[in-house]
């Protein structure tokens, strides 16, 4: 089976202006073009609003486009939502499902993000779903269990290899400063390839486990040399265009 190729996301959240998020792809479009071949994916996640024109922006590079949620359902009357068709004909070919903020900010639960994440599947996207403890739960000895009921009921029942991504995100790491150890990642990342093989089989040797939270281009090559480490999940850092650019140079 071929090597996973590290996929390096960034998660830009609720970018302060359209400004901000339009010179960041152009810069991006400008370094991948002059680049060449590149050692991994890298992917950029905006705000529904600027998507096309993200995608217009780095059209040519290499560089993917994703969105950062989807609705379940793939129409109707579902004011204020986004479908993942819609993000498919915007430009996407991920989309991130189950952020911890939308988990918190949205109660959304495992069941909805196995939806949305069938709804992506359905419309051609790759679903990155994403799963991860509490500090409280961390501390309860209970992260195992907490992200293997999370990652179990948020694969869609089809799911399969490389059309589903997973980032393994605790919630305690996001936008701190703090990180697990590389032996807490390899034992999480080596816990979800396990249950992923339970469930899918020989194929879970296809999916890509991404980690994300505080990853930096301080400590990204450490983090992307840690097994079954298969690429990050970035927010603040995918705001700075060399940050984000030196993480993808990072990869192994
Ligand atoms: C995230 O929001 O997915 C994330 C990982 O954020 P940060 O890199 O800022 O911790």
């Given at each position: 089976?071929?090597?996973?190729?590290p996929?390096?996301?960034?998660?830009?959240?609720m970018?302060?202006?359209?400004?901000?998020?339009?010179?960041?792809?152009?810069?991006?479009?400008?370094?991948?073009?002059?680049?060449?071949?590149?050692?991994?994916?890298?992917?950029?996640?905006?705000?529904?609003?600027?998507?096309?024109?993200?995608?217009?922006?780095?059209?040519?590079?290499?560089?993917?486009?994703?969105?950062?949620?989807?609705?379940?359902?793939?129409?109707?009357?579902?004011?204020?939502d986004?479908?993942?068709?819609l993000?498919?004909?915007?430009?996407?070919?991920?989309?991130?499902v189950?952020h911890?903020?939308?988990?918190?900010?949205?109660?959304?639960?495992?069941?909805m993000?196995?939806?949305?994440?069938?709804?992506?599947r359905?419309?051609?996207?790759?679903?990155?779903?994403?799963?991860?403890?509490?500090?409280?739960?961390?501390?309860?000895?209970?992260?195992?269990?907490?992200?293997?009921?999370?990652?179990?009921?948020?694969?869609?029942?089809?799911?399969?290899?490389a059309?589903?991504a997973?980032a393994?995100?605790?919630?305690?790491?996001?936008?701190?400063?703090?990180?697990?150890?590389?032996?807490e990642?390899?034992?999480?990342?080596?816990?979800?390839?396990?249950?992923?093989a339970?469930?899918?089989?020989?194929?879970?040797?296809?999916?890509?486990?991404?980690?994300?939270?505080?990853?930096?281009?301080?400590?990204?090559?450490?983090?992307?040399?840690?097994?079954?480490?298969?690429?990050?999940?970035?927010?603040?850092?995918?705001?700075?265009?060399d940050?984000?650019?030196?993480?993808?140079?990072?990869?192994?």
């Amino acid at each position: 089976m071929a090597p996973r190729r590290p996929l390096i996301a960034g998660n830009w959240k609720m970018i302060a202006s359209s400004r901000h998020g339009l010179a960041l792809a152009a810069e991006l479009a400008a370094r991948a073009k002059g680049a060449g071949a590149m050692k991994c994916d890298m992917l950029l996640c905006p705000p529904a609003t600027l998507i096309r024109q993200v995608s217009e922006a780095v059209a040519g590079s290499g560089l993917a486009v994703g969105g950062q949620d989807c609705h379940a359902a793939p129409g109707g009357a579902h004011t204020g939502d986004v479908s993942a068709v819609l993000l498919a004909e915007a430009g996407c070919s991920f989309v991130i499902v189950g952020h911890s903020e939308r988990r918190r900010d949205h109660d959304e639960t495992s069941e909805m993000v196995r939806d949305k994440a069938a709804a992506a599947r359905a419309a051609g996207l790759t679903p990155i779903i994403c799963v991860g403890e509490s500090e409280a739960e961390r501390d309860a000895g209970e992260t195992l269990a907490v992200v293997r009921s999370q990652l179990e009921g948020s694969l869609p029942e089809d799911a399969a290899g490389a059309d589903t991504a997973i980032a393994y995100e605790p919630v305690w790491a996001i936008g701190t400063a703090r990180t697990p150890t590389g032996a807490e990642i390899a034992e999480v990342h080596g816990h979800i390839r396990h249950r992923l093989a339970a469930v899918m089989g020989e194929e879970a040797q296809r999916t890509r486990i991404l980690y994300g939270g505080s990853v930096t281009s301080g400590n990204a090559s450490e983090i992307l040399a840690t097994a079954e480490v298969d690429g990050v999940l970035v927010g603040t850092a995918s705001l700075e265009a060399d940050a984000f650019w030196r993480i993808g140079e990072s990869c192994p």
